[in-house]
């Protein structure tokens, strides 16, 4: 594989095991939000995937709640249309959807774009996959990719003509790190890939050969809960029918 690890700028993570723990949106709806991007703290793989109710380019409501249980899912969070790196990493994974969908992968772009700034991506760029509105950033921040945009930053973008506001309709100024979440059918996230620099994406190849490994790590999770379960039963089994003085 092909892509920088840096204890700050860089996190990909594969988890094997069969056990997940309390999501934090579980107990605390939002994770902190960061003032750096350096800063921001990803639900890593093992956890519950956050729900959320977020928009389609029409308008729809989609709750991802329900999406999750439906196909194993690719979850891309993106800064926006107005970002050339967001475009072309989109139009890259577009590339491998097919090997996505063959996997039985569904494929959710996710950016703090209004729905009406969704349908312009779709008309400038030919994405298969669905693009999906998170304009008050509410799933990036139980996802914790979420940070805050400085002030100098906001004036860089405005002398390049990007409106932040405009383009999410909400003046929090908020936007979420670059990030990859690949999540099961039964809403465990398996595979996890965020970058604080921007520039920097997980590349088409890399993310099909982590979906596999991720269908296969969730094979192996449903195993081993269904070895749980056989073994509660049994014991279960020996309580009912253990005798007085004896002891198994």
């Known amino acids: ?19 997940a723990t309390p999501a934090a949106w579980e107990r605390n709806e939002q994770r902190p939000l960061s003032e750096r991007p350096e800063d921001v703290q990803p639900l890593a793989p093992g956890r519950h995937a956050a729900p959320a109710t977020l928009r389609t380019p029409e308008g729809e409501a989609i ?10 899912t690719a979850l891309v969070f993106y800064r926006g249309g107005w ?3 967001c475009t072309t990493h989109l139009a890259a994974l577009a590339e491998v959807e097919q090997q996505l969908i063959d996997m039985g992968y569904q494929v959710l772009a996710v950016s703090p ?24 950033m509410t799933l990036a ?10 002030e100098a930053t906001r004036r860089q973008y405005e002398e390049f003509g990007i409106d932040l506001v405009e383009a999410a309709g909400e003046a929090h100024y908020m936007l979420p790190v670059p990030a990859v979440f690949l999540i099961d059918r039964e809403g465990i996230i398996r595979f996890t890939h965020w970058d604080s620099d921007y520039r920097e994406r997980l590349e088409g190849d890399d993310l099909v050969a982590a979906a596999e490994r991720a269908l296969d790590a969730a094979e192996v999770a ?18 009912r029918h ?7």
């Open 1 to 19: 594989m092909n892509q920088k690890l840096t204890p700050i700028f860089a996190l990909s993570l594969l988890w094997l095991g069969g056990c």
């Open 113 to 136: 774009d209004r729905p009406e700034k969704l349908r312009e991506s779709l008309l400038a760029h030919d994405f298969a996959y669905r693009l999906l509105s998170d304009s008050d």
């Open 83 to 85: 970002c050339p790196y």
């Open 141 to 150: 921040r139980r996802f914790g990719v979420a940070f805050i945009v400085d």
């Open 222 to 239: 449903r195993r081993e809960d269904g070895v749980e379960a056989r073994m509660r039963t049994i014991d279960r089994t020996h309580r």
């Open 242 to 248: 253990r005798l007085p003085g004896r002891h198994w």
């Open 63 to 72: 709750d991802l709640a329900d999406a999750y249980t439906r196909k194993p």
